[in-house]
């Protein structure tokens, strides 16, 4: 018992989630306007992209495939978005057919990975750049801009006269429904066991394609509510937008402790790391910092992300080893 806690204790996800802890009180300390309440409230609408696409992208990544297209799928269904409002179409009908799209768009990629057989990383690279462009297809270089005010002022509003964002709730309960389908239920097992050894679990009963191809759709219905979202908080449907948002997205599953290979991670992490990736990127704003070094910081991480928790592993092992050969009798 006490070697299994001393072993969550050292884990990477504790790590991640102890860093996110205290990275904010730091920053607090030397970073003017971080610590404000307004400030905080900033950088909950600021992550509210990312959870929303990380909550999915884990279930992905747990399963040993990835989705490099969400960020592409955020951008197509807000230029979708914008060619049906000024088609004259009502917003309430617009945002359900814009997850509608997403889920579509999810269930293509699905196909092609589940159904021909073909690898996640190379189908997810090629959608990434075709939903770009028919993005650009459909609206080119212009923005619709002219959103209703009760919507848009919804995205950015706070819980009565806190500075606690309307996204709070919506997005608690999206993580907590994620949260216990990866860890309290048959299907997150399965998951799991997917990721672990697709084969083994096929033969132990998992339909296993299938699992998949519900998990990309799952993806790009979340993709396309992030559209929707991005389109009213900016206020601007527009082809480029969530531009890269794929890299910001991959790097804080892999920060959390998911392992690019499948089988291994949990949500905690992944919530930690989303919170820590946010943090980190308003503070170097507010030091003033520039655009590009935000990207180098995100990348860097990404690089840490894929190469600690394996030099943790193998420090594990090598010391786990000299152990057993210390007390092997002679």
Do not use: C
């Given at each position: 018992?006490?070697?299994?806690?001393?072993?969550?204790?050292?884990?990477?996800?504790?790590?991640?989630?102890?860093?996110?802890?205290?990275?904010?009180?730091?920053?607090?300390?030397?970073?003017?306007?971080?610590?404000?309440?307004?400030?905080?409230?900033?950088?909950?609408?600021?992550?509210?992209?990312?959870?929303?696409?990380?909550?999915?992208?884990?279930?992905?990544?747990?399963?040993?495939?990835?989705?490099?297209?969400?960020?592409?799928?955020?951008?197509?269904?807000?230029?979708?978005?914008?060619?049906?409002?000024?088609?004259?179409?009502?917003?309430?009908?617009?945002?359900?057919?814009?997850?509608?799209?997403?889920?579509?768009?999810?269930?293509?990629?699905?196909?092609?990975?589940?159904?021909?057989?073909?690898?996640?990383?190379?189908?997810?690279?090629?959608?990434?750049?075709?939903?770009?462009?028919?993005?650009?297809?459909?609206?080119?270089?212009?923005?619709?801009?002219?959103?209703?005010?009760?919507?848009?002022?919804?995205?950015?509003?706070?819980?009565?006269?806190?500075?606690?964002?309307?996204?709070?709730?919506?997005?608690?309960?999206?993580?907590?429904?994620?949260?216990?389908?990866?860890?309290?239920?048959?299907?997150?097992?399965?998951?799991?066991?997917?990721?672990?050894?697709?084969?083994?679990?096929?033969?132990?009963?998992?339909?296993?394609?299938?699992?998949?191809?519900?998990?990309?759709?799952?993806?790009?219905?979340?993709?396309?509510?992030?559209?929707?979202?991005?389109?009213?908080?900016?206020?601007?449907?527009?082809?480029?937008?969530?531009?890269?948002?794929?890299?910001?997205?991959?790097?804080?599953?892999?920060?959390?402790?998911?392992?690019?290979?499948?089988?291994?991670?949990?949500?905690p992490g992944v919530l930690a790391a989303v919170v820590l990736l946010t943090s980190l990127q308003n503070a170097l704003r507010l030091a003033h910092v520039s655009t590009e070094a935000l990207t180098v910081v995100t990348g860097a991480l990404l690089i840490a992300a894929v190469l600690a928790p394996n030099l943790l592993a193998a420090a594990g092992d090598a010391l786990r080893s000299r152990?057993?050969?210390?007390?092997?009798?002679?």
């Amino acid at each position: 018992m006490w070697n299994d806690a001393a072993r969550r204790l050292l884990s990477w996800d504790a790590a991640v989630i102890a860093a996110t802890v205290a990275f904010p009180l730091v920053a607090a300390q030397s970073v003017e306007h971080f610590g404000t309440a307004r400030n905080a409230g900033h950088i909950i609408v600021d992550l509210a992209p990312v959870l929303l696409l990380a909550l999915v992208m884990t279930l992905i990544v747990a399963t040993g495939e990835i989705d490099l297209s969400v960020a592409s799928t955020v951008g197509l269904t807000s230029a979708a978005m914008g060619v049906m409002w000024n088609g004259g179409v009502a917003l309430e009908t617009i945002m359900p057919l814009a997850v509608l799209l997403g889920a579509l768009l999810g269930a293509v990629n699905g196909l092609f990975i589940t159904g021909f057989g073909l690898p996640s990383l190379a189908v997810t690279i090629g959608t990434l750049a075709l939903y770009r462009g028919l993005s650009y297809v459909l609206l080119g270089d212009t923005a619709v801009a002219d959103w209703p005010r009760d919507f848009t002022g919804w995205t950015l509003g706070n819980i009565g006269g806190t500075e606690i964002p309307n996204l709070v709730i919506p997005m608690a309960a999206l993580a907590i429904v994620v949260g216990l389908v990866l860890h309290a239920t048959p299907v997150g097992r399965s998951i799991y066991a997917a990721g672990a050894n697709d084969v083994a679990a096929a033969y132990a009963g998992i339909a296993v394609g299938r699992l998949k191809f519900w998990l990309y759709v799952a993806s790009g219905a979340m993709a396309g509510l992030v559209g929707v979202f991005w389109t009213l908080r900016y206020s601007s449907a527009r082809a480029d937008n969530a531009y890269g948002l794929e890299l910001t997205v991959v790097a804080v599953v892999l920060l959390g402790g998911v392992s690019i290979f499948g089988g291994k991670g949990n949500l905690p992490g992944v919530l930690a790391a989303v919170v820590l990736l946010t943090s980190l990127q308003n503070a170097l704003r507010l030091a003033h910092v520039s655009t590009e070094a935000l990207t180098v910081v995100t990348g860097a991480l990404l690089i840490a992300a894929v190469l600690a928790p394996n030099l943790l592993a193998a420090a594990g092992d090598a010391l786990r080893s000299r152990r057993r050969r210390t007390v092997a009798p002679s």
